[in-house]
Structures are given as structure tokens and as C-alpha cells.
């Protein structure tokens, strides 16, 4: 089957609903953890996105490349993921939804330097600066001179960006072998089964009745904001779409705004500029090199 043609147009509006699906799906994970434990939301998170996505990957691949897969490679990302999805959720629980976003935006610079360790990519000086300033803008949000979000909660965030950065680089890495549906379904697998242990043995929380359709909702928006922003990247340009992430930051502000009644204070606004801005800069560097290795 031939890929869809590319269109940019198109792909930027499914790329801005795929933000808004996974803005979604974290106001619903905070709204649930003010009830069950964040080992429990990531496992029921993972469950409940589960049916969908295997739908989607059996429709698409079939079932037999799902099992074509790295094991290995596989088990430590979803290690990482237990991890990331544990911490962010814990975080989750005590700052606002955009005040997370803004400390996790941190996750693009972490993911350029560990390519070099990792992947052995050269980072110039122009974006080891970038990274620099992205990080000053994260101790700007921070605030750590008194009053602000550092403390367990910040730095549950930060642990869940590298924990991101880290999934970021083994994906690279199993996206020459295995496909984007089986790397899907088997984080999903693994995080529900790992995450759902770590809270069977730690004191499970009875579900509420009233929070299945919260619980099914959060799978559903998870489904489609991993569908959508895979159908974004098949059909646009990847450095065209990447900064567009960052328009998660306008869904969670209005989430914060409508069901929690917060906004962030300016320094947490100052250092969400530093770090956007560093980011782009970072995007447009890695496109001018990427375009220099073509030449």
C-alpha cells in the first residue's frame, strides 16, 4: 500500500487535534488521581486505551507483526514508561495541569543530548547552548529561591521528561526493525500489566462506579491522540509538525482554567517562553543540519 500523499495543511490541523486529544487525556489522568494511587491511573490509562489501539494495529499491520518484535528493547521502554507515567501522574496531583506542561517541554533538549551518549549524533555548540538556555528557563518556572514548584512535584516531572527522553531514543532505535503499531501495543501491554502489579502489591483502590466513563474516556482520547499524531507526522513534514506541540500548553491552560479555576503565575509564563523558545531553536537547528547532510 502506498503511503498517503503529503499535506502539510491537512497534517497541521490533525497534528493541533492531537495535542488537544492528549491535553485531554492528562486532565483526565489528574482528575483520577485525586482518588486512586498514579501506579493505578497509568495501569487503568493503559487498559483502557488498550482495545482501541489493538483494533487499529490489527486493521492496519495484522496481528503477526506484532509479535516480530525486539523483546528486549520492548521491556526497558516499558519499564521507562511505568516509571515516567508513575511520576508525571504524581505530579499531576499537586500543580496545575500547564505548570507540568511547561516543566516537561524540557523533554526535545534532554532527547538531543542523550542522542549523542546514545546514538552517537553530533550536537554543535549552537545547541548545547539552546539546551543550556531551555534548562535555565526550566529553574526559572522552578522558581527554587522560594515559593515556586520545586519540591518533589517539579522534580517528579523532570524525572518523567527524561524518562520520555530515554523511551524517545530506544524508539529510534527499535523504529529500524519494528512497527510503529507493535511499539504502540506492547508499551500499552506492558505498562497496564507493570504498573497494575506495582499496584496490586502496594494496595489497589476499589474503582468507583462513577469514574468508568472518566476511566474509558482517558482511554479513548489516549487511542486517538496516538492515532492522530501518527496519521500528522505520515502525512507532513516532522520539523514542520514538532513545534507544534507546544500549542499543548494553550489546551492546558484552558483545562486549568475551566475545571480547576488556576493559572500560572508570571514566572511560571517566563520560563515557559524560555524553554518554547529554546525548543524551536533547537527544531530549526536539527532541520538545518538535517538539511546540510543532504547537500
Given amino acids: 500500500m502506498s503511503p498517503p500523499p503529503r499535506s502539510n495543511t491537512r ?3 490533525t497534528m493541533l487535534v492531537a495535542t488537544g486529544f492528549f491535553a485531554l487525556m492528562d486532565g483526565g489522568m489528574k482528575l483520577l488521581s485525586a482518588r486512586y494511587p498514579p501506579f493505578q491511573v497509568a495501569a487503568l490509562r493503559s487498559a483502557a486505551s488498550l482495545p482501541l489501539v489493538l483494533t487499529w494495529a490489527c486493521a ?3 496481528w503477526r507483526t506484532l509479535l516480530r518484535v525486539r523483546w528486549p528493547l520492548h521491556l526497558l521502554r516499558s519499564l521507562i514508561g511505568i516509571l515516567m507515567l508513575g511520576a508525571f501522574v504524581y ?3 499537586r500543580m496545575p495541569l500547564s505548570s507540568a506542561y511547561t516543566i516537561s517541554f524540557v523533554a526535545p533538549m534532554l532527547i538531543t543530548a542523550l542522542s549523542v551518549p546514545f546514538l552517537g549524533e553530533r550536537v554543535g555548540p549552537r545547541r548545547w547552548t539552546a539546551i543550556v538556555v531551555g534548562f535555565v528557563g526550566v529553574l526559572v518556572a522552578l522558581r527554587p529561591s522560594g515559593g515556586g514548584m520545586i519540591g518533589i512535584a517539579g522534580l517528579a516531572v523532570l524525572l518523567a521528561a527524561l524518562g520520555y527522553a530515554v523511551s524517545a531514543i530506544t524508539v529510534r532505535v527499535l523504529a529500524r526493525t519494528d512497527s510503529t503499531q507493535a511499539m504502540v501495543t506492547w508499551l500499552l501491554v506492558l505498562v ?3 504498573a497494575g502489579g506495582i499496584s496490586l502489591a502496594t494496595g489497589w483502590i476499589a474503582i468507583e462506579r462513577s469514574d468508568g ?3 474509558c474516556g482517558v482511554g479513548v482520547v489516549g487511542a486517538l491522540g496516538q492515532y492522530t499524531i501518527t496519521e500528522a507526522f505520515i502525512r507532513g513534514d516532522a520539523s514542520l509538525l514538532a513545534p507544534l506541540e507546544y500549542t499543548a ?3 492546558t491552560l484552558i483545562l486549568d482554567f475551566c ?3 488556576v493559572l500560572p503565575g508570571t514566572q511560571t509564563w517566563v520560563g515557559a517562553a524560555i524553554i518554547v523558545a529554546s525548543g524551536l531553536y533547537l ?3 536539527e532541520r538545518v543540519h538535517v538539511e546540510a547532510e543532504h547537500l
Fill in 60 to 62: 492496519t499491520t495484522g
Fill in 91 to 93: 505530579a499531576l496531583k
Fill in 259 to 261: 475545571l480547576w479555576g
Fill in 283 to 285: 527544531l530549526r537547528r
Fill in 192 to 194: 497496564a500489566l507493570g
Fill in 213 to 215: 466513563w472518566l476511566i
Fill in 249 to 251: 500548553l494553550a489546551w
Fill in 11 to 13: 497534517a497541521i490541523l
